[in-house]
Nanobody, 124 residues
């Protein structure tokens, strides 16, 4: 069993930055890929970013490439999402997902557990 707890969301003006954290407990996630997804009101949950177990490989949705950075600290069992140059269309609930036991990194079905989500609101 893995528990994932996100933090760091909030209200920010367009152009601002936020850093989300995802703390894992229960079982270590250090040997597995992890991901971030988001869900805006009345929209499907969508892939945002993913990271390999070592942190050596990262993947991003086209909509956030160049603005968001995913990273991890395996000693702390924590994954981060640094979000810069935020836009109103980034407003959503952001979910941490993992471990990725197999499957394609941008598919929700590839991940075993999900956090409760943290709200990010970007005002124009």
């Amino acid at each position: 069993q893995v528990q994932l707890v996100e933090s760091g969301g909030g209200l920010v003006q367009a152009g601002g930055s936020l850093r989300l954290s995802c703390a894992a407990s229960g079982r270590t996630v250090s040997g597995y890929g992890m991901g971030w997804f988001r869900q805006a009101p009345e929209k499907e949950r969508e892939f945002v970013a993913a990271i390999s177990w070592s942190g050596g490989s990262t993947y991003y949705a086209d909509s956030v490439k160049g603005r968001f950075t995913i990273s991890r600290d395996n000693a702390e069992n924590t994954v981060y999402l640094q979000m810069n140059s935020l836009k109103p269309e980034d407003t959503a609930v952001y979910y941490c997902a993992g471990p990725r036991y197999g499957g394609t990194y941008y598919l929700r079905s590839a991940y075993g557990y999900w956090g409760q989500g943290t709200q990010v609101t970007v005002s124009s």
